[in-house]
């Protein structure tokens, strides 16, 4: 949700809920596969009035094995949508994070052996984008006008050399 407001903030395309919330929602990708499909048709709950003929930009913060938005855009297409373009709130993730929850045996992620294009075939969007690492460096450094006032508290100051992007690199962590 956060990736859709900031999205709708800077480019002032209208802001639509497609889905129902869940009442119960569990991370689909750390289950198993074989729970996944219960779990994502409780997600799945399609508003059409607000999906029907309408070209859509749906957001998620990254993309793993691509079971879910795969999903989501099939359902919205079947729904009425006329296109389902895809944004992505981190650069393609290529592997887990070590400090993560371990993988599912058998499962990669899609970026690890396909590109762009051909995640976006797979996942059957219009089209696909994925926010450049770079960026999220950018994005994370703590503003000049901010840093005295972290250090005073003792924080940890938001640097890009205190940031590991390992999941995003095949040279690994760092």
Same mark, same amino acid.
């Given at each position: ?8 903030? !800077? ?28 779990? #994502? ?6 508003? !059409? !009035? ?54 599912? !045996? ?11 294009? /051909? ?18 460096? /950018?994005?994370? #450094? ?11 508290? #003792?924080?940890?100051?938001?640097? /890009? /050399? ?13």
């Amino acid at each position: 949700i956060g990736h859709a407001q900031g999205y709708h903030l !800077k480019s002032r395309l209208p802001l639509i809920q497609a889905y129902l919330p869940p009442q119960y929602r569990r991370r689909t990708y750390n289950l198993p596969i074989w729970l996944r499909i219960p779990e #994502k048709a409780r997600k799945l709950r399609v508003i !059409k !009035k607000n999906v029907v003929g309408r070209k859509l930009i749906i957001l998620d913060d990254s993309i793993r094995a691509g079971i879910t938005i795969k999903d989501e855009i099939y359902e919205l297409h079947r729904v009425g949508a006329v296109e389902v373009h895809v944004r992505i709130g981190s650069p393609p993730s290529i592997r887990y994070c070590p400090r993560a929850q371990s993988p599912t !045996k058998g499962e990669d992620f899609l970026a690890s052996s396909m590109s762009v294009a /051909e995640i976006c075939a797979f996942i059957n969007a219009d089209s696909l984008r994925y926010v450049p690492l770079d960026r999220v460096c /950018e994005a994370i #450094k703590a503003p000049p006008e901010d840093v005295s006032w972290l250090e005073q508290q #003792k924080a940890v100051i938001p640097r /890009e /050399e205190n940031l590991c992007v390992g999941c995003f690199l095949k040279s690994g962590c760092f």
